[in-house]
């Protein structure tokens, strides 16, 4: 099981070994010596030149507005996009203390300039593979259309970034595995972001379910849906770019799932109903397991807004919201984030009361890209390996539910091993 702190990823298992923060901060990625620590994972292991870009530094590059840095040791991020999910990142993130926005790249350069005036970020590129080139950015945040993912992520692996990848992270299993075989080739770190992942409500979900506060899960319900905004013109309409219900709202009640399990379902039933597009508006699934354990998801872009998951244990039962961003206000937040149900109950008895579960409340953007800072500085291997299986279970899945939807039949989600060795070596 993947456990998400508030502000890193943690594990099960033994924590991995910290390097300097010293030398963390160079511009180069730290140096991760293998031969000497036999044990840590080759995932993403690091090149000899430091595995960082060789080219030269951009001159397309437009300075705006170079502000004196109050965060010398933070993770220096570039956004590729300049969507309204990157606005929101650039946003929340800016007051992070241990990762800092220094790049942004379109391919408007106009827009590029505007997005940088008004998040004050140091610099703009016109075109994405600019960016790549900008020798002061460590590590980039895609928030690209989901159908760019692996193409964008695969390309800053290969200049040498390490990669913070919006869900969903690929269109399929393949696209996934390629993904990361381009992080280890190039020794750098990608991770997938579901910003809830990194709430700190969701630490303490996990620690309910480590500890065993419900006993063991039996079932697991996740739903998320809600009203589309707009019509032909929003991309979640459109099949070449990725659209469709399941890969925008499915796969974070799939990523609940998930966690909660701990492992992918061998089998999969899905029924969609189909918007005239091509994309599913709406589906619902039943995922089966291979100890004869039952999950069932649900996801629509034609309802009223709802997000939920109930995990049933042997012994109790936990209800989670399981938010993006929380608020500890239950009105009045600027930025309109509210409170994330979480409570459980202990006992198996309806007469046994929920116990609500309280966290520290923020922003699921600056807690990823805090996370992701962290896990870069610590060389956190253990961390990285943990979840790039569970995207990778998550990827082959969401493929599998496509299929179901669309033959009617219940179709094998595709056994994979652990991530023990290399993908590229498999």
């Known amino acids: 099981m993947v456990v998400w702190g508030g502000s890193l990823p943690l594990g099960v298992g033994t924590p991995a070994a910290k390097t300097r923060v010293e030398q963390a901060l160079r511009r180069e990625p730290p140096q991760i010596d293998n031969k000497s620590n036999p044990s840590r994972p080759s995932l993403c292991r690091t090149k000899a030149n430091g595995g960082h870009n ?74 994405y593979e600019a960016l790549l080139e900008d020798e002061d950015v460590q590590a980039v945040y895609v928030p690209l259309p989901n159908s760019l993912h692996a193409e964008w992520a695969i390309k800053a692996a290969e200049a040498g970034k390490h990669v913070l990848c919006e869900k969903p992270l690929a269109l399929g299993l393949r696209q996934a595995e390629q993904m990361f075989d381009a992080a280890e080739r190039h020794g750098v770190m990608l991770l997938e972001s579901y910003p809830y992942y990194f709430q700190p409500q969701t630490r303490e979900m996990l620690a309910l379910l480590r500890g065993g506060a419900i006993g063991t899960v039996q079932s697991v319900q996740a739903c998320f849906g809600f009203t589309l905004p707009s019509g032909d013109d929003n991309i979640r309409m459109q099949p070449d770019m990725g659209g469709g219900a399941l890969l925008d709202a499915g796969s974070y009640a799939l990523s609940l799932i998930r966690l909660a399990m701990g492992a992918a379902p061998v089998r999969v039933s899905a029924e969609a109903s189909w918007a005239y597009t091509g994309v599913d508006i709406s589906m619902m699934v039943t995922l089966a397991y291979a100890d004869g354990r039952r999950a069932q998801l649900s996801c629509a872009m034609d309802a009223a807004y709802h997000r939920r998951g109930t995990i049933v244990g042997d012994r109790g039962t936990i209800d989670t919201e399981f938010l993006n961003h929380t608020s500890a206000q239950a009105a009045g937040d600027r930025y309109g984030y509210l409170p994330s149900l979480l409570r459980v109950r202990r006992g198996t008895a309806n007469t046994t009361p929920f116990e609500e579960i309280r966290a520290d409340t923020g922003s699921g953007f600056r807690f990823a890209a805090e996370a992701f800072a962290k896990v870069v500085r610590e060389q956190d291997f253990g961390a990285v390996r943990r979840a790039a299986d569970a995207s990778l279970d998550n990827a082959a899945t969401l493929e599998a539910m496509g299929r179901s939807a669309r033959s009617g039949q219940a179709e094998p989600v595709p056994a994979r091993p652990s991530l023990r060795t290399p993908i590229h070596s498999r």
Do not use: E, W, Y
């Open 54 to 127: 060789t080219a030269a530094k951009n001159k397309r590059s437009t300075p705006t507005m170079k502000k004196a840095s109050s965060k010398p040791h933070a993770l220096r991020i570039g956004i590729l996009g300049c969507a309204t999910i990157a606005r929101q990142f650039a946003r929340d993130v800016a007051p992070a203390s241990t990762a800092r926005i220094v790049a942004v790249a379109s391919r408007s350069a106009d827009r590029a300039a505007a997005f940088a005036a008004a998040h004050g970020i140091g610099r703009h590129h016109g075109s």
